[in-house]
C-alpha cells in the first residue's frame, strides 16, 4: 500500500512538472528588444567623421577694396574667416537676380569680400552650417557669398549668395555690429594677404589670378596603404559572401552583384554595383548630402578632402584632396579625387585612391619660386585657337606623383593649374621654359 501511494505522489508530482512546463513553453516571448540593441557587428570605420563644413568650403576669399584686390587660399585663413560666419544670424533672404544689372560689378566690386567656392551648393544642405532666422528659405545654389563691408553704417549688412553659372543672386540680411565686426577683423587688413590681379575672360565672367611674389613648400610624402579588408566590410552588405582573388597583383573582391578592385601599382580603388540602376532622378541637395553621408559612414575622409564637383545629369558628385596650406592637389590618374556616381537606391561606382598622406618627410621639404601669374596668363594666351570665354580659373596647386627613385614616396609640387572649357590642365616647366631658369 505504501508502494502504491508513493508511485501516485511521484506520478502526480510528474504531471505537474509537465504541466508547468508546457505552460512557460506555450507563453514563452524571447526578449526582442535587448537583441535589437546589442551592436553584435562593429562598425568599420577607417577615419573619423568630418563635419559639413569641412568638406564643403570655399577654397579663396578676395578683398575688392579702392581698386585693389587681395586674397588668400590658406586653409587656416579661410577657417577662421568662415567660424565668423558661421556665428551670423541671417535674415531676410530674397531672389534679387532681377535688380542685378551687372553681376560681375555686384560681386567684384569695391568694398565687396568674396567667398569663393569650387562648385554649386545647394543652400538647403549648407543651412546645417550657417544660421538663417526663417524656418523656410527659398531653394537655390550659390558658388560666391558677397559680403557688402563698404556700406557697413546702415541699418543692416547685406550679404549675397550668388551663382554664377546659373546668373542668379539672393539677397539677405545681417545686423551692422557683426558687419563692424567683419570689417575690422579682417576687411580691414586686407593688405596683408595675397595681392590680385584680374582678367577679363568674357562679359560674364572675371578670373582673378595671384600676382606679385610667389612661394610655395614642395613636399615627399611616406604615405599609408589603407587596408583592403576595411573596405570591403564597409561596402558589401554581406562581407561574409565575398570572395577575394588577385589577377596580375591587382586584388579583387566580388559577390553575386558587386565588385571592389584595388590596385597597388596606380594606388586606386574602385568599387562597382551596377545593380544600382541608371534610371535615378534626384535633386542637388540629396545627392550631394547622400554622396557626403556615404563616404562619412564609413570614415573615408582619409585626407583633407573637399567638395568640388557635381553633375546632375551623371549623378555623381567629386572630392579633390587639398594640401595642409589649402591647395588643390591633381593627378591624372585620380590619385588626389574620389568620385561616386549614384543610381536609383544605393552607389553604382566608387572611385578613390588607397593611400593616406600621413607622413610628411619634413627633412625633404623645400621651398620653391614659382613663374608669376601675368607670366602664366600670358603662357595660355600664347597657345594657339585659345578662347578667353573658356577660361574658368588660373590657379596655384600641387601635382601629385610618385618618386621616380624611390616608387613608395609621393611628391607634391608646385605648379599653375587651369580649368578651360570644364576641364582641368596644367602650365609645365617645359611649357614655360626659361621663365623658371630667370627666376633663378
Known amino acids: 500500500m505504501k508502494y502504491e501511494n508513493s508511485k501516485s505522489a511521484i506520478l502526480t508530482f510528474l504531471v505537474l512538472v509537465s504541466i508547468v512546463l508546457t505552460w512557460n513553453l506555450w507563453t514563452y516571448q524571447p526578449n526582442f528588444d535587448i537583441m535589437k540593441n546589442n551592436n ?3 562598425e568599420v570605420t577607417l577615419k ?13 576669399v578676395l578683398f575688392h577694396r579702392e581698386d585693389q584686390h587681395f586674397g588668400t587660399t590658406n586653409a587656416v585663413d579661410l577657417d577662421k574667416i568662415m567660424s565668423e560666419i558661421r556665428e551670423w544670424s541671417i535674415y531676410d533672404v530674397k531672389d534679387y537676380s532681377e535688380n542685378v544689372r551687372d553681376i560681375k560689378e555686384l560681386v567684384h566690386g569695391n568694398g565687396n569680400a568674396e567667398l569663393v567656392f569650387p562648385a554649386d ?4 544642405i549648407y543651412r546645417s552650417v550657417l544660421k538663417f532666422e526663417e524656418k523656410k528659405i527659398p531653394a537655390f545654389n550659390f558658388n560666391r557669398i558677397v559680403i557688402n563691408v563698404e556700406n557697413s553704417e546702415k541699418a543692416n549688412g547685406t550679404v549675397y549668395f550668388v551663382s554664377s553659372d546659373y546668373q542668379q543672386v539672393y539677397i539677405s540680411h545681417i545686423s551692422p555690429s557683426l558687419l563692424n565686426d567683419f570689417n575690422r577683423n579682417f576687411f580691414r587688413n586686407a593688405e596683408q594677404y595675397q595681392p590680385y590681379f584680374s ?7 572675371k578670373v582673378f589670378i595671384p600676382d606679385g611674389k610667389l612661394e610655395m613648400m614642395e613636399f615627399t610624402y611616406l604615405p599609408v596603404v589603407l587596408n583592403s579588408e576595411a573596405f570591403k566590410e564597409a561596402l558589401f552588405s554581406d562581407p561574409n559572401f565575398v570572395q577575394r582573388g588577385t589577377v596580375l597583383g591587382v ?21 562597382v554595383n551596377p545593380t544600382g540602376g541608371p534610371n535615378y532622378v534626384d535633386n542637388s541637395y540629396d545627392l550631394l548630402k547622400r554622396s557626403i553621408d556615404f563616404i562619412n559612414g564609413h570614415g573615408g575622409w582619409t585626407d583633407p578632402y573637399r567638395y568640388v564637383a557635381k553633375d546632375e545629369k551623371r549623378k555623381s558628385v567629386k572630392f579633390r584632396l587639398y594640401s595642409i596650406d589649402g591647395y588643390p592637389v591633381f593627378n591624372e590618374s585620380g590619385m588626389s579625387e574620389i568620385e561616386e556616381v549614384w ?13 593616406s598622406l600621413e607622413l610628411p618627410l619634413t627633412t625633404e621639404m623645400v621651398k620653391v619660386t614659382l613663374p608669376s601669374g601675368t607670366s602664366a596668363l600670358e603662357f595660355l594666351k ?27 614616396l609621393i611628391l607634391l609640387e608646385p605648379a599653375w593649374f587651369y580649368r578651360y572649357n570644364q576641364t582641368w590642365g596644367q602650365i609645365t616647366k617645359e611649357d ?9
Not at 551648393?121 to 538647403?124: A, D, K, S
Open 40 to 42: 553584435y557587428v562593429e
Open 382 to 408: 600664347s597657345r594657339k585657337n585659345f578662347k578667353p570665354e573658356l577660361l574658368e580659373q588660373l590657379v596655384l596647386g600641387y601635382r601629385m606623383s610618385k618618386d621616380t627613385s624611390e616608387n613608395k
Open 432 to 440: 614655360l621654359g626659361g621663365l623658371l631658369r630667370g627666376l633663378e
Open 199 to 205: 582678367f577679363d575672360a568674357s562679359q560674364q565672367r
Open 251 to 271: 586584388e579583387e573582391f566580388s559577390d553575386v552583384s558587386s565588385k571592389m578592385t584595388v590596385n597597388n601599382d596606380t594606388n586606386m580603388l574602385l568599387y
Open 121 to 124: 551648393v545647394p543652400i538647403e
Open 343 to 355: 543610381g536609383r537606391d544605393e552607389i553604382t561606382k566608387y572611385v578613390r585612391p588607397n593611400i
Open 48 to 60: 573619423e567623421k568630418l563635419d559639413l563644413h569641412q568638406i564643403i568650403s570655399p577654397d579663396l
